[in-house]
C-alpha cells in the first residue's frame, strides 16, 4: 500500500470518528463548536494538559486548524468580511501592545534638530522602528515590498532585485548645512501621479520647499484589505 493510499484511508477513519462523535451529541444540547470551546477555555487539569503544546511545540498543528477554519470564512464573502474585521482586529491588538510597551515611540517635533536628517539618525530611527514597533515595520515592510516586486514584475517582466536596499538607497539625503541658504536637493524614489509644487514660507527669508501632492483624487482610494 502506498502512502497516499494509506494517507486517504487514515483521513477516512478521522472523518468516520469525527462524524460518529458528532452524532453521539445529538439530543444532548450540546453542539460539537461547544465542546470545542470548552476543551480550549476549561480549567480542568485533564483538558489543560492534553491542550498545553498546543502554542508551543503543536503549534504546527495548531496552525493547520487555524487555516482550516479561515477557509471556512473565506467560503462566502459575507464571512470573508467577518474574518478580515476578525484580522484587523488582532493586528490593531498587537500594534497597541507594542506602544504601550514603549510609551516613547515617537518624536516630538520640538526636538528636531538639523541633524535629524543625518545618515547616522536616520539608521538609528530605522532600528528604533524596527526594535520596538515589531509588527507594523512587518507588516509596512512586506507590504512595500510586494507593491515595489508586483510593479517591476509588470515593467520588466520579471522579478526585481534586492527591492528594499534600492527604497534605503534613494530615502538618503545629504546632511542639512545651516550655514547655507541654497536649495537642498533631495532625491527621492520614483513614484507615478506624483508633482512637486513649490511654496514659500512667510517669514523674512524665503525658501522653496517641496510640497508632495497627489494628482489623484484621494475620494477615489480605497481602504487597505488586513
Not at 494538559?49 to 495548531?62: C, I, L, Q
Not at 474574518?83 to 488582532?90: D, K, N, P, V
Not at 530615502?171 to 532625491?187: L, M
Request: with cysteine; aromatic share 8%; hydrophobic share 35%.
Amino acid at each position: 500500500m502506498s502512502s497516499h493510499q494509506s494517507s486517504i484511508r487514515s483521513r477516512r477513519h478521522i472523518d468516520l470518528l469525527a462524524l460518529k462523535w458528532c452524532q453521539s451529541l445529538e439530543g444532548s444540547g450540546v453542539t460539537p463548536k461547544e465542546v470545542i470551546h470548552a476543551f480550549l477555555t476549561s480549567n480542568d487539569e485533564v483538558l489543560k494538559h492534553r491542550r498545553g503544546r498546543w502554542g508551543v511545540t503543536g503549534w504546527a498543528s495548531t496552525l493547520e486548524i487555524l487555516h482550516s477554519i479561515k477557509n471556512i470564512a473565506k467560503y462566502k464573502s459575507e464571512s470573508l468580511e467577518l474574518w478580515r474585521a476578525f484580522i484587523l482586529a488582532e493586528a490593531q491588538e498587537c500594534i497597541t501592545s507594542d506602544l504601550e510597551s514603549k510609551p516613547q515611540s515617537y518624536f516630538s517635533s520640538n526636538k528636531v534638530e538639523p541633524d535629524f536628517l543625518d545618515t547616522k539618525q536616520m539608521e538609528a530611527r530605522d532600528a528604533h522602528i524596527q526594535s520596538d514597533m515589531p509588527f507594523l515595520y512587518a507588516l509596512v515592510y512586506n507590504q512595500l515590498s510586494n507593491a515595489i516586486s508586483t510593479r517591476a514584475m509588470l515593467t520588466t517582466g520579471g522579478p526585481s532585485f534586492d527591492v528594499w536596499d534600492n527604497m534605503e538607497n534613494n530615502r538618503r539625503v545629504p546632511d542639512f548645512d545651516s550655514s547655507t541658504e541654497e536649495d537642498i536637493d533631495v532625491e527621492c524614489p520614483e513614484l507615478d501621479n506624483i508633482e512637486y509644487i513649490p511654496e514659500e514660507d512667510s517669514g523674512a527669508k524665503t525658501r522653496n520647499r517641496a510640497s508632495l501632492v497627489s494628482s489623484n483624487n484621494f475620494s477615489n482610494c480605497q481602504e487597505a484589505d488586513f
